[in-house]
């Protein structure tokens, strides 16, 4: 073969690897791909991609442009490194913008429109808008006395049983907003929690309560083990210097209803009122728990992220267990969510 048609032969097969992506880093082949641009209010966009980003090119200002001119101010990966966070000038309601992105995909370009009203999800996995943040844990609950301190935290379930056994479940929402540009409680205008339900213990249909925490709990690290030091327990709150007033966590006062930060003074273990109830029957679906009173709660933990302690879900004259899936199930769309929709002015909220 000639010089010649050595220096052909390499010419034609960089133009192959060039067109289709020969295992080269960065070709089309393997760029990620913008799968959703979603604006979450005035100031702020929320980007999704189909794999995992360079940070450094996905935090480079220089890669994203909105139109007509919108600054772009910061860009943040997201800890599960396929969604990319824009701090913004302010959008206008309503009016449509076009944002390109360069340097992390091929150049793409799409049409953004922020709506007043806004809905977003909270929870863990890539589903959800915003990932972690999620405590959740049972307290195994069996009439012998032995088996009382046992806390399944690291477990793929939720459980409450007929025996006493009751669940905890909380997300912290305060610092996201504040992200956002949201500042003011009275922004969200509804709050709901969604389970799905892994199985029921019986056909009968049953009413799982909830009532706002009163005291700070620790998760439990254990699957299905004794409490280690710190841990919720049938007993007590995190250790055994911090007792239930009446175990396990279910004394309650009337007029002590979790609103103001001076009910959250050890007191009583949990609210008076019932803030949700829901009626579980067949497993394998999802059940909401949803209301004004809900509402009112993530408006007070927004407000006072302090006492975020959440939810206590427990059987109301129950007679067998219902089990839920928690935060570590494997299959994400059946973990814990929460889910506020919100109104995306910052004016609102100055």
């Known amino acids: 073969m000639s010089h010649r048609q050595r220096l052909l032969t390499a010419f034609l097969v960089l133009c ?7 295992g080269i880093q960065g070709s089309p082949a393997e760029s990620p791909n913008l799968i959703s641009a979603t604006p979450l209010s005035q100031t702020a966009l929320q980007l999704r991609f189909d794999r995992t980003l360079n940070p450094g090119a996905a935090e480079d200002l220089s890669n994203y442009r909105i139109e007509p001119k919108i600054e772009v101010e910061w860009a943040t990966l997201d800890s599960r490194a396929t969604i990319v966070h824009l701090s913004t000038s302010p959008l206008e309601i309503d ?5 390109s992105v360069h340097g992390i995909v091929a150049p793409k ?44 935290g690291a477990e793929e379930f939720l459980l409450c049983t007929p025996t ?9 929402i305060m610092e996201t907003f504040e992200e956002i540009g949201i500042r003011q409680a009275a922004s969200i205008l509804n709050a709901s929690i969604s389970l799905h339900a892994a199985s029921v213990g019986n ?15 620790h998760e439990g690290a254990q699957k299905s083990q004794p409490a280690k030091e710190n841990e919720l327990t049938y007993n007590s709150a995190m250790h055994q210097n911090f007792p239930w007033n009446k175990p396990p966590a279910q004394a309650m006062l009337e007029g002590v209803n979790g609103e103001e930060p001076s009910d959250y003074n050890g007191s009583e273990d949990v609210a008076y009122r019932i803030d949700g109830l829901t009626e579980i029957g067949a497993a394998e679906r999802r059940y909401l728990w949803l209301g004004n009173s809900i509402t009112e709660a993530a408006r007070f933990w927004f407000t ?6 959440g939810y206590l879900f427990a059987l109301r004259d129950g007679t067998a267990p219902v089990r839920f899936s928690s935060k570590e199930h494997p299959d994400e769309p059946h973990r814990p969510v929460l889910t506020i929709q919100y109104n995306t002015r910052i004016g609102n909220n100055e």
């Open 16 to 22: 192959l690897i060039s067109i289709f992506g020969l």
């Open 95 to 99: 009016r449509s913008y076009t944002l």
């Open 109 to 152: 370009e799409v049409t953004i429109t922020l709506p007043e009203i806004m809905e977003v999800t909270f929870g863990e996995g890539q589903g959800v808008t915003f990932s972690g943040w999620v405590r959740d844990t049972s307290l195994i609950v069996d009439p012998q006395k032995k088996l009382r301190n046992y806390n399944a």
């Open 164 to 172: 006493g056994g009751v669940f905890f479940l909380a997300f912290d």
């Open 203 to 217: 056909d009968m249909s049953q009413q799982i309560i909830i009532r706002r925490v009163l005291l700070p709990w």
């Open 304 to 309: 006072y992220p302090d006492y975020s302690y």
